[in-house]
């Protein structure tokens, strides 16, 4: 398997997980969904319901590959899909906090671009 069919079925695992811990929360209101869209490699989950009258609706997790690295485009879990996608092997390099400002990434662990 190339590397990059590997990043795509590391990142759908991370994701999914995420997806099912939310299917077993028996208190919410809100659903999850998740979206893969292998052919521009873009990876979300989903967050969608109400609150009362107000309407909920979010990107939680926002993957993508880009230049053969994975980009963390947006992530709102408590641990951060980064540490999740180092335990399964993928080296800081690999991975881009896309949601920094590209000025600051260099001052994080992992790749700036």
Known sequence: MDRIEQYRQIIKKV???YHNLN??????????AVVFDEFNDHYLLLTMGWN???RIKGVTIHVRL??????IEEDWTEDGVATDLLREGITREEIVLAFHPPQLRQYTEFASA
């Open 23 to 32: 299917l077993k929360s028996p208190s919410s209101t809100l659903e999850s």
């Open 66 to 71: 880009n230049n053969g690295k994975i980009w």
């Open 15 to 17: 994701i999914t997980e």
């Open 52 to 54: 009362k009258d107000e």
